[in-house]
């Protein structure tokens, strides 16, 4: 069986790879055609921002400097139009827990 190169056990992402890795997954589903297309891309957007190592995540949310907080904000609203988007497909739940993550990070 073929693995996606973003499945979730494959590897930790850094926050920048990440964060792109979720933007292109969400360019994606806004381009589907399909609702069900455009729901694969939001969970493939959500397992690559979900890959962040948990100590990098701490690290990245108690530090003051510049360039954290600008990547803080980044993947906080990078959430948040996840939440959006998942909002107008009528998936409430997902919606909810990514604006959930979102405020978690901003």
């Known amino acids: ?3 996606s190169p973003f499945s979730p056990w494959r590897s930790v992402l850094s926050p920048q790879a990440a964060l792109e890795a979720a933007n292109a997954h969400l360019e994606n589903a806004r381009k589907a055609k399909s609702s069900e297309l455009a729901l694969t891309f939001c969970n493939e957007a959500q397992t690559a921002l979900a ?3 948990t100590s990098v ?3 990245l949310v108690s ?4 360039e954290d907080r600008v990547m803080r904000n980044e993947i906080a ?3 948040f139009e996840l939440g959006e988007f998942l909002d107008n497909l009528k998936r409430r739940d997902k919606a909810k ?4 993550d979102s405020g978690k990070w901003g």
């Open 1 to 3: 069986m073929l693995s």
């Open 77 to 79: 609203s990078t959430y």
């Open 51 to 53: 890959r962040i190592r």
């Open 97 to 100: 827990a990514c604006y959930k």
């Open 57 to 59: 995540r701490k690290a």
């Open 63 to 66: 530090s003051v400097s510049l």
